[in-house]
């Protein structure tokens, strides 16, 4: 597609509950990151895959936290039994590049419109 | 917690001023990057500057990356109410992580 695409836009879970977290990378971007975002701040890095492989988890902060990109294409972040303090804009983000170093450059991200996560 | 410390946190300034935003960390980044982002949306790459003492400008904006890659400015000349928006940084560590850190944001309001 033209851009990241991510749904649903708006979620309110009760608290307790499970939701999943879609994110539609641009074709042929091999990186896909998720960020968290509190209100006012900058985003806070999750999670990372190159195509279908997660390379990097260590942002996720807590083992009810989940995510796959199993065909190295569309990716769904899980929370499990949510808690308010999962309250927050979750966003995805593609780019062309793998990491830094090795020759491909440091390509920005592009980014999906976030989906806004509330529990209540 | 966030190791990319930008400052201001919050600007409100008229059209037509000049201002800059200053992004510092003790870390050394191999390159870094500005993003812009506006309400409800996700943030929007601006720039990308990979060598220390680097400068770009993007019409009326000029980034600028810190001798030792530890810090980076961005200057609005001239600023345009279409220029508001949360100013963001993220560095790229020499880590080997390909995840970066974002900054602490800085929000821009320009009114007429």
């Known amino acids: 597609g033209a851009g990241v695409s991510q749904s649903p836009r708006y979620k309110v879970a009760k608290r307790g509950q499970d939701v999943a977290l879609r994110c539609d990378p641009i074709?042929?971007?091999?990186?896909l990151f998720w960020y968290q975002q509190a209100l006012g701040q900058g985003p806070e890095f999750l999670t990372y895959f190159q195509n279908e492989a997660q390379l990097d988890k260590s942002g996720l902060p807590s083992d009810r936290f989940f995510a796959e990109r199993p065909e190295g294409s569309v990716s769904t972040l899980k929370i499990q039994r949510t808690q308010q303090e999962d309250s927050a804009v979750y966003l995805c983000?593609?780019?062309?590049?793998?990491?830094?170093?090795?020759?491909?450059?440091?390509?920005?991200?592009?980014f999906g419109s976030g989906t806004r996560l509330t529990v209540v | 917690t966030q190791l990319l410390e930008q400052s201001p946190q919050f600007l409100s300034i008229q059209e037509g001023e000049n201002l800059t935003v200053y992004c510092n960390s003790s870390?050394?980044?191999?390159?870094l990057q500005w993003y812009r982002q506006e309400p409800g949306e996700g943030p929007v790459l601006l720039v990308t500057v990979v060598t220390g003492g680097e400068v770009k400008k993007l019409k009326r904006l000029t980034f600028q990356f810190g001798d030792a890659r530890k810090d980076s400015s961005l200057h609005i000349t001239a600023a345009q109410p279409g220029d508001t928006g949360l100013y963001l940084c993220a560095g790229t560590r020499n880590t080997g992580t390909a995840s970066k850190l974002f900054g602490t944001g800085t929000r821009l309001q320009v009114t007429l």
């Open positions: 870390s050394v980044f191999s390159s």
């Open positions: 074709s042929g971007h091999v990186s």
């Open positions: 983000a593609s780019s062309l590049g793998s990491r830094p170093g090795q020759g491909l450059g440091d390509y920005g991200y592009t």
